[in-house]
């Protein structure tokens, strides 16, 4: 099949009424399923009926406006805020304001450590541990998980760069199966509170979702507390740096729960995000040989067949723009939900106090006025001949605005490596591929793991 010819799963468009109740009626909080096929065509409409409001903006310069809002108007939603306090608290990812701004100033500095030539090495021992696992599971023809293969993957590099230590692989299963049990149960994703529940209504969380939160909390305090008993000058990584930040106008630190908090932040989003891009692009390619071939030999010109070093690894062009297809397919993030403090009017649209202005990549990146063929992989959009032809304010998979996602770099960095060191070595034969279907919740999954075997590449056939 020549290369843009094909179109990967995607839930089916129904009308808005016709969504809703195949939404209510399978239960699982598939918030994909509940989107109306204009959806993908409107620039700004009432997303279903809801008692609050929920308004979906698809028009990029309405969407930037709201993005880039920083006179707290359009804060991120008191949903999604009550789902991810249990997790990561007041964190940095679900504050906005003064205490945002407060607790970026703090942690900027840690940034600096994500210089991505120093966690390149990182990425590679982490990448060759992988392989290994993957060559044991060749030679038995073990069924493997290739969603928690990525989730492994990804936790030991964010581990690495964050805490000087490889991830033990049951730690790594601990949190893959409880951040699973967390986003299936969160209570923003109960469609019923999307309905009928006036805006800021306390959301009650299930108490196995409290409890997995409480168990990633347990792991995560344990991995700061090396760090603590270590004392000052010990580690030089991202979390010593967060730990040695101080308020600019109090110089106190973050205390221990805090450093949970922030900590956890470059943690879950860090590995979870790209975890569920990968697990999508290296199911894409094992259904795509042509494209395979091309990422393949695209490596092998590069490495000749030997390791990747940094440099090579950012001339990568087409398998970077694989990633890109792929976040724009598949965005981690499938919704930026954001609340109106007040009653105004966004572009000519007015919202109402307390609206839930909804941004959705998933919606944007498929639309059909600012994508050709919206619904299929085609890496080569984003290639150098036709990057151009791309809105740039129509691509957001890792945010826009003051909030634009910081680890944007490290994860292509991270994910390009870990895509031509896999491909270089392993095919992923999927099973029951038919059956593979995107879900969201708080981030794009499959709605089932995909299960895959796993053969080593000949490169000579």
């Keep these: 099949m020549p290369a843009g010819d094909f179109r990967p799963p995607r839930p089916s468009r129904l009308p808005a009424i016709l969504s809703l109740m195949r939404t209510v009626w399978h239960g699982d909080g598939d918030l994909l399923s509940l989107l109306p096929g ?54 940095i990812f679900v504050s906005d304001g003064p205490k945002w701004r407060r607790q970026r100033a703090m942690i900027d500095p840690a940034f600096s450590k994500m210089r991505l030539n120093l966690a390149f090495g990182a990425m590679q021992a982490a990448a060759a541990d992988c392989c290994e696992r993957l060559g044991a599971a060749a030679e038995t023809g073990a069924t493997l998980s290739l969603d928690q293969i990525m989730s492994e993957l990804t936790a030991d590099i964010i581990c690495r760069t964050v805490f000087s230590i490889s991830l033990d692989s049951q730690i790594s299963r601990d949190v893959f199966e409880d951040f699973s049990i967390f986003e299936r149960g969160v209570a923003q994703v109960k469609i019923w509170r999307l309905i009928v529940d006036p805006a800021w209504t306390r959301a009650q969380q ?97 490495s000749g067949g030997g390791a990747l070093s940094f440099e090579a690894v950012r001339t990568l062009l087409f398998t970077r723009s694989v990633f890109r297809e792929t976040l724009r397919l598949y965005p981690p993030i499938t919704f930026m939900p954001r609340v109106a403090m007040r009653a105004g009017r966004i572009g000519p649209y007015a919202v109402r106090k307390g609206a839930l202005l909804m941004i959705s990549p998933w919606t944007l990146q498929r639309h059909r006025q600012y994508w050709p063929r919206p619904d299929h992989f085609d890496p080569d959009r984003f290639m150098p001949g036709r990057e151009a032809e791309i809105n740039p304010h129509a691509y957001i998979p890792f945010g826009s605005g003051p909030h634009t996602c910081v680890g944007a770099g490290f994860a292509t960095l991270e994910a390009v490596l870990i895509l031509a060191t896999l491909a270089q070595q392993f095919d992923f034969d999927v099973l029951a591929r038919d059956k593979v279907r995107p879900s969201a919740r708080l981030t794009t999954r499959p709605a089932e793991q995909i299960r895959v075997r796993v053969r080593r590449h000949n490169a000579a056939a």
């Design 38 to 91: 204009e959806a993908f065509s409107m620039k700004a409409g009432e997303l279903g009926f809801s008692r609050r409001s929920i308004k979906l903006f698809n028009d990029p310069d309405l969407v930037r406006q709201i993005l880039h809002e920083t006179d707290g108007l359009y804060p991120k939603s008191d949903l999604m805020v009550g789902a991810l306090e249990p997790l990561i608290g007041d964190s």
């Design 206 to 302: 299930d108490p196995d979702v409290l409890a997995a939160c409480t168990r990633i909390r347990k792991h995560l305090g344990a991995l700061i507390d090396t760090h603590l008993e270590a004392g000052d000058g010990a580690f030089d990584d991202i979390a010593s740096a967060v730990i040695a930040a101080r308020d600019n106008d109090t110089g106190q630190p973050f205390d221990r729960e805090e450093l949970i908090d922030q900590l956890g932040v470059f943690f879950l989003a860090g590995h979870e995000t790209t975890a569920s891009a990968l697990t999508w692009a290296f199911y894409l390619l094992a259904i795509q040989p042509d494209i395979l071939a091309r990422l393949r030999g695209e490596v092998s010109a590069v």
